[in-house]
């Protein structure tokens, strides 16, 4: 079984910064994984907000681009996601995934909070 805990979310003004972190454990190999961060604002769909592969290629949502950075550390077992100059609309729940290169399983956290608001 995979495990993933995110932490790092908080309450920020417009233009700060926050760093989540999501640390993965459990049976499988992670240097063949793909790990990112989806979020989901009240009202809204899902979205895609950063990946990484096992090679560190990158792949960002428009709205973040800029902003945003997504790093791994593979010895760790964790992904990062820098954000900067936070806006409003940048307020939803994050959520780290990993996927599986191997079997295309999808594997989640529970979620941290970000809220940027004055």
């Known amino acids: 079984q995979v495990q993933l805990v995110e932490s790092g979310g908080g309450l920020v003004q417009p233009g700060g910064s926050l760093r989540l972190s999501c640390i993965a454990s459990?049976?499988?190999?992670?240097?063949?994984?793909?790990m990112g961060w989806y979020r989901q604002a009240p009202g809204k769909q899902r979205e895609l907000v950063a990946e990484?592969?096992?090679?560190?290629?990158?792949n960002y949502v428009d709205s973040v681009k800029g902003r945003f950075t997504i790093s791994r550390n593979n010895a760790k077992n964790t992904v990062y996601l820098q954000m900067d100059n936070l806006k409003p609309e940048d307020t939803a729940v994050y959520c780290c995934?990993?996927?599986?290169?191997?079997?295309?399983?999808?594997?989640w956290g529970q979620g941290t909070q970000v809220t940027v608001s004055s």
């Open positions: 995934y990993l996927r599986s290169i191997i079997t295309g399983n999808y594997y």
């Open positions: 990484v592969t096992n090679g560190g290629r990158t």
């Open positions: 459990g049976r499988i190999d992670f240097s063949i994984a793909v």
